[in-house]
Nanobody, 118 residues
Framework: QVQLVESGGGLVQPGGSLRLSCIVSGRILDLSVTGWYRQAPGKQREMVATLTVGERTMYADSVKGRFTIDRDNYKNTLYLQMNMLKPEDTAVYFC????????????WGQGTQVTVAS
């Protein structure tokens, strides 16, 4: 079973940047779709960004133009570059995988906290 381990969260001021990393225990290219989700207190988990093995990306409307998802195939690592952060971006961010491209997101990391506050 592949495992995902996130890092890079923290406290940042509004307008600042953070880069999240997610190390995949196996080959990242064996996973059809990988992505980032987030869950804020009292809210449902929501998709932030996804990346297919064919390098197609999808972003939530709320982060378009500010966040970028990419990966390093040699390091088997998924990234989320977050710029122009807003307080409403505060959440626990999860790395996830849909290994077979069947919309079954059944591999999850433990999450990393991102807090945007002055």
């Amino acid at each position: 079973q592949v495992q995902l381990v996130e890092s890079g969260g923290g406290l940042v001021q509004p307008g600042g940047s953070l880069r999240l990393s997610c190390i995949v225990s196996g080959r990242i290219l064996d996973l059809s779709v990988t992505g980032w989700y987030r869950q804020a207190p009292g809210k449902q988990r929501e998709m932030v960004a996804t990346l297919t093995v064919g390098e197609r990306t999808m972003y939530a409307d709320s982060v378009k133009g500010r966040f970028t998802i990419d990966r390093d195939n040699y390091k088997n690592t998924l990234y989320l570059q977050m710029n122009m952060l807003k307080p409403e971006d505060t959440a626990v961010y999860f790395c996830a995988a849909d290994p077979n491209g069947t919309h079954r997101w059944n591999v999850w990391g433990q999450g990393t906290q991102v807090t945007v506050a002055s």
